[in-house]
């Protein structure tokens, strides 16, 4: 299996150093282009696998190739290969916003697509990617997608319809966790504790918490209880992240997310 990727940016280089950690394919199988020439030389020196001098060359030698290329190239990228493309080649795009039928009018012919939306998590092998597919590819091959995206984290197919919600829950939701623990630490810091150790206690709580609503399979609210002990300080935080809108801000955020994921 010969795996291309068209761009090499964070969430190429993620999946990327995903793939080979898990020993999938051999560094020789795997073939990515880029705009610079800085990111050429990561490509070959830091990754160790064969830069592409062309986004062409890429499709020429691999039999599953990402477009890992932000959401506004994707004309250009699709432009660029679409002369060149094999029958049996998978393209699996990995941008917000472009459905499979607009993938197949760019390519302008029958074209094997799979549409994803991984997270930056994967740097790390705690990833989430959804995924959905067009008619022409196989269950066989459908499998062979869920396993190259199960490398770096985990993966969940869906129908296409619920993909430009994925974003709000799952692609941009790093961030908002991100900005979660930081004013934790913020906090802590505020009350004395040294930064450093603030970020250790706020990351590992939201890693310990996560763990557990995936491994229980408790509800959330369950889990919440379980912490609230009656005139407690657990239940004092609780109210006052509810008394200053905590619940209804993240929820106007991911819905102001699904929107511009179906304005792209």
């Excluded at 941009?172 to 630490?185: D, G, H, K, Q």
Aim: aromatic content about 6%; hydrophobic content about 45%; some cysteine.
């Amino acid at each position: 299996m010969k795996i291309g990727f068209i761009g090499c940016g964070n969430m190429g280089t993620a999946m990327l150093n995903g793939i080979l950690q898990s020993g999938l394919v051999t560094a020789q199988d795997l073939t990515a282009s880029a705009k610079s020439e800085e990111t050429r030389m990561k490509i070959k020196n830091e990754l160790n696998i064969r830069p592409a001098d062309s986004n062409q060359e890429v499709v020429k030698c691999s039999d599953i190739v990402f477009l890992a290329v932000k959401p506004q190239y994707y004309e250009t990228v699709i432009a660029e290969i679409k002369d060149i493309v094999k029958q049996e080649q998978i393209f699996v795009s990995v941008a917000p916003g472009k459905t499979l039928a607009w993938l197949e009018e760019r390519f302008a012919r029958p074209v094997k697509l799979v549409r994803t939306m991984p997270n930056t998590p994967a740097m790390v092998g705690e990833g989430m990617t959804a995924y959905c597919t067009g008619a022409r590819v196989t269950a066989d091959e459908k499998e062979q997608i869920a396993q190259i995206c199960r490398c770096f984290g985990r993966v969940e197919e869906t129908d296409e319809g619920m993909m430009d919600a994925v974003p709000a829950v799952s692609g941009s939701a790093p961030a908002y966790v991100f900005m979660f623990i930081e004013a934790m630490a913020d906090a802590a810091v505020a009350d004395g504790i040294p930064r450093a150790k603030a970020y250790t206690f706020a990351a590992q709580a939201v890693l310990g918490s996560a763990k557990m609503v995936l491994e229980t399979g408790m509800h959330p609210g369950a889990l919440k209880d379980m912490v609230c002990s009656p005139g407690g300080t657990t239940i004092e935080a609780v109210r006052t992240l509810e008394k200053t809108g905590m619940r209804s801000s993240v929820m106007e955020a991911m819905r102001a997310c699904t929107k511009k994921a179906r304005q792209l």
